[in-house]
């Protein structure tokens, strides 16, 4: 914007009167040389300021383009609302004199933006000088919006729109916790409406069927786990926790996957996934460490620590107390422990050997006629042996073959184990469920 001198006897007159006192009138400025001031640029717009930050800082440059000295008499900013945003930088050294610029060069003028609120406002630069009437710039300030940061501790992988957390310091049947924070990252207050695992169809779940739980806040246990909820926004750097929780399985050898989804009023990142790996850690050699299990004290999150390597002990090698059901038949304590509590299938709850009943009618396999079909009630009208529920005739005899049987592979047979069926004696194979076996058969 270009604003010509008045002749030097206006500026004389009025200008260097009125604005500066009584300061004379330089002979340089006499005859025909004026000032004439421009500003670059003619208006000032503020971005929004980058993430984690609420201020701005803009230049302004001053350019004195006649052929007298431009004498700055005062630098102002102004708004249009009641919320101060706007600064003038180093306003005291501005208004603590007259500032001459010299023609065809420039000075420049610092005006800061500090935002308050996440609204749009206005404002002014003003400039008066020698050049005639005062300089305007015209100054605006933008809308703005609700950014998400996240961090997590084990350190993540973040970025503004997705993010990835991995877990390897569980030993199968232990625990691994990390906890999420998520932070408003500008000052319009993030309002965070969901945080949930997804299941395979992407809705949110409680994680059931899966090795991975989350829990509001950093609970003591996982029984005061309960799902996260931010209740109220979020302002400037205002922080929300939660946990992720990790539960390989004993038989866990492979890594798992999650995601989890934060739904907020972000601008950039509405729905923010977080891809979760789980991976098993395994402790092969002394001094081996899962997290802080295996250094022989009992840290936050285990049940105890004995620093040793036996598996079969009051302490698991996850750092758990062994106990009946836990899948590890504990020396001197379990005569076996099939990882249930379930009386009836070869194992009884209190860890004791009972009789296998492998379809839960009641009687143990080694006296029931349906071995592999429930029948309680043990009904064989043709008294060949096998029950009705499983005889292909139920009112025909027919045989039951006998028969020792050697395997190949799968976990063996007791002695005592029976093949039932009807047909002609001899040499015959088979392929069974869980066996390959070959046994010559009698009547």
């Known amino acids: 914007m270009r604003i010509p001198n008045s002749t030097m006897g206006a500026l004389c007159a009025l200008t260097i009167g009125v604005a500066f006192g009584l300061l004379g009138c330089d002979e340089g400025v006499r005859g025909s040389e004026t000032a004439s001031l421009r ?16 201020t701005r800082t803009r230049m302004v440059s001053l350019i004195n383009e006649g052929t007298g000295t431009l004498r700055i008499a005062s630098v102002d900013v102004s708004e249009d609302d009641d919320s101060p945003e706007l600064r003038l930088l180093d306003a005291d050294d501005w208004n603590a004199g007259v500032r001459e610029v010299r023609p065809g060069q420039s000075i420049s003028v610092s005006v800061g933006f500090q935002a308050v609120n996440a609204q749009a406002d206005t404002g002014r630069l003003t400039v008066v000088s020698n050049a005639g009437s005062p300089l305007v710039v015209p ?8 950014v998400i940061q996240l961090s997590s501790q084990p350190e993540g992988d973040f970025g503004n729109e997705q993010g990835t957390l991995a877990l390897n310091q569980a030993a199968p049947g232990g625990v691994q916790r990390a906890t999420i924070e998520i932070m408003s990252w500008s000052i319009a207050p993030l309002e965070v409406s969901s945080v949930c695992l997804l299941d395979a169809e992407g809705r949110c779940s409680d ?6 739980r989350i829990c509001a806040g950093v609970p003591a246990s996982l029984d005061q786990c309960e799902a996260p909820a931010v209740a109220a926004p979020l302002p400037f750097e205002a922080t929300s926790t939660f946990t992720v929780v990790y539960l390989p399985a004993r038989a866990t050898v492979d890594t798992s996957a999650a ?28 001094g081996d460490l899962c997290g802080d299990c295996g250094n022989g004290q009992t840290d936050l999150g285990e049940a105890c620590d004995d620093g040793n390597l036996d598996d079969q002990d009051s302490c698991t090698n996850a750092c758990t107390a062994a106990r009946c059901g836990d899948g590890i038949v504990q020396r001197d304590a ?7 509590t379930e009386d009836g299938d070869g194992c009884d709850a209190d860890c004791t050997l009972s009789a296998a009943d492998d379809d839960g009618d009641g009687v143990a396999d080694t006296e029931d006629n349906c071995p592999n079909v429930p ?10 042996g096998l029950g009705d529920a499983c005889d292909p005739e139920p009112e025909r005899t027919n045989y039951r073959l006998r028969a020792q049987l050697s395997t190949v592979g799968g976990r ?10 009807s047909g002609a004696t001899g040499e015959q194979s088979g392929q069974s469920q869980r066996f390959r076996v070959k046994a010559k058969l009698s009547q």
């Open 375 to 384: 029948n309680p009630d043990q009904v064989d009208r043709d008294g060949d």
């Open 139 to 146: 100054i605006t300030t933008p809308d703005i919006d609700p």
């Open 259 to 286: 995601q989890i989804r934060v739904e907020s009023n972000s601008a950039a990142a509405p729905s923010y996934l977080i891809r979760v790996n789980g991976t098993p850690c395994v402790r092969r050699a002394d």
């Open 207 to 212: 994680g059931a069927g899966t090795p991975f």
């Open 334 to 340: 379990e005569l076996c422990d099939d990882g249930n």
């Open 412 to 421: 063996g047979v007791s002695a005592n184990a029976t093949q039932s069926g």
């Open 39 to 54: 500003a670059e640029p003619e208006m000032l717009a503020f971005a929004a300021p980058l993430p984690g930050q609420n």
